[in-house]
């Protein structure tokens, strides 16, 4: 079954700090979501990136779908405490039967920022 | 509009006993869906919806029921719980498909059996 890789599992930085999160596939991504989870909350959608090399931003954060689909960065500038929480990529799968109607996640990244 | 609302936002049972949870939007959308969240395992596709009475299994569908008779709700029946159900469910709307169309999550159920 195709599976998302995030990286790190776990960050801590120092706010003003400008830091970096990854999501790899294997396969060829039809979509691919960022969401931001507080800690025993829900999610909140970031942004959707649907087509190669897309990049979107919303404030100090920073999306990137690379040419092949196959990988989404995900970057902060200038942190803040506000920052701080659990990030989820999901993307729609190919070669899934149905698939178009199925998101899989990656398993977040941790994310802790210290004044 | 109040969104994708969730019920109970937590619950303890016993191992055997069913229950349901329930999940509901305002928002007219077409697709809906259930996920649970473990530690470390990101979120896990239960079942999904893509209009009333019409559903479909996820990656975990096992030991759990669905049914979509109106737009508006999508529960989620557990027929007798096990210890390997605790998790954190969440549900999910979306207008039409996941591919072109925005998801937008409960605040979720944290479910706990004994």
């Known amino acids: 079954s195709q599976e998302l890789e995030q990286s790190p599992q776990s960050l801590i930085v120092q706010e003003g700090k400008n830091l970096t999160i990854n999501c790899t596939s294997s396969k060829t991504l039809y979509g691919l979501y960022w969401y931001k989870q507080k800690y025993g909350e829900g999610l909140i959608f970031l942004m959707m990136?649907?087509?190669?090399?897309e990049e979107k931003s919303h404030e100090k954060i920073t999306a990137k779908l690379d040419e092949k689909k196959q990988q989404s960065s995900l970057h902060i500038t200038a942190s803040q405490p506000s920052h701080a929480g659990i990030y989820l990529c999901?993307?729609?799968?190919?070669?899934?039967?149905?698939?178009?109607?199925?998101?899989?996640f990656g398993a977040g990244t941790r994310l802790a920022v210290h004044p | 509009n109040a969104g994708v609302t969730q019920t109970p936002k937590f619950q303890v049972l016993k191992t055997g006993q069913s229950m349901t949870l329930q999940c509901a939007q305002d928002m007219n959308h077409e697709y809906m869906s259930w996920y649970r969240q473990d530690p470390g395992m990101g979120l896990r596709l239960i079942h999904y919806s893509v209009g009333a009475g019409i559903t479909d299994q996820g990656e975990v569908p096992n030991g759990y029921n669905v049914s979509r008779s109106t737009t508006e709700d999508f529960p989620l029946r557990l027929l007798s719980a096990a210890p390997s159900q605790t998790s954190v469910y969440f549900c999910a709307s979306s207008e039409t498909s996941v591919l072109t169309d925005t998801q937008y999550f409960g605040p979720g159920t944290r479910l706990t059996v004994l």
């Open positions: 999901g993307a729609v799968p190919s070669g899934v039967s149905g698939g178009y109607n199925k998101l899989i």
């Open positions: 990136l649907q087509k190669g090399g």
